[in-house]
């Protein structure tokens, strides 16, 4: 996965879920290419992951399908 500085996607259309608490989250932009980007809300100007359609694809369909559950509940 490629990592880009903040320079470089400055323009993008960022957004958060609106269940951030207190808006400390990840947030997403499109990509020109069908990709996705992701950035720490709390850090906008630090480093930038950037993800495939597929890629993204797959992680969305699990979280909806539970698959990323256990990592919500208590230790």
């Known amino acids: ?3 880009v500085q903040h320079a ?3 323009d ?7 269940r951030s608490p207190k808006g400390n989250c990840v947030e997403v ?4 290419d069908g990709g996705v980007a992701v950035r720490n809300s709390r850090h906008r100007d630090g480093p930038v992951l950037l993800y495939t ?3 993204m694809t797959a992680f969305v369909l699990g979280a909806k399908d ?5 990592l919500l509940e208590p230790a």
């Open 8 to 10: 470089e996607t400055a």
């Open 29 to 32: 932009a499109p990509l020109p």
């Open 53 to 55: 359609r597929a890629e």
């Open 1 to 3: 996965m490629p990592e």
């Open 66 to 70: 539970g698959e990323f559950d256990d």
């Open 12 to 18: 993008l259309a960022w957004r958060k879920s609106r």
